[in-house]
């Protein structure tokens, strides 16, 4: 399951959506790659937060090219009980996860995934998730 963090990172650094796919099956071997829904809306995010008019247009072409190659995975209520079950037994002990990060999680508990991201802090809160740092991995 990929965060966007991870591909923020690789479009940032001008890395083909082709490249990027290639690099993490090299790194971790041939497994499946899936997008969760909240990962789509943050990367989409990033297209109104663009500073120019071509930095937009940039992220646009990236994003939907990496949903036509990657796909989403669907939430269900299956996933809206998980991730209540997560939050509030985490909440019960003092962990407060960003609602995003959470969801994502849940998306990859869902399909047995893991969860490659930059930033490891907030899902690694989270119990059984298998987290991959890439880059700074902070």
């Known amino acids: 399951m990929l965060d966007s ?5 690789a ?3 001008q890395q083909s ?11 971790h071997g041939p497994v499946e ?9 943050e990367l989409v995010h990033g297209i109104y937060r663009a500073k120019t ?15 036509d190659l990657i796909p989403v995975h669907s939430v269900t ?6 991730a209540g079950q997560i939050e509030g037994e985490e909440a019960a002990r003092g962990n407060v996860i960003p609602f995003n990060d959470l969801l994502i999680a849940v998306a990859a508990l869902e399909q047995g995934y893991a969860v490659l991201t930059a ?4 899902f690694r809160l989270i119990p059984n998730l298998v987290v991959v740092a890439t880059g700074s991995g902070r």
Not at 53 to 67: D, F, M, N, Q, T
Request: charged share 25%; no cysteine.
């Open 5 to 9: 963090s991870a591909v923020i990172a």
């Open 11 to 13: 479009e940032r650094e």
């Open 17 to 27: 959506v082709f490249s990027f796919i290639g690099a993490s099956l090299r790194a």
């Open 33 to 41: 790659l899936s997008l969760s829904p909240v990962t789509v809306a």
């Open 53 to 67: 008019p071509e930095g937009s247009r940039r992220r646009r072409a990236y994003i939907e090219e990496l949903v």
């Open 77 to 82: 209520k299956q996933s809206a009980w998980l």
């Open 119 to 122: 930033n490891v802090r907030h």
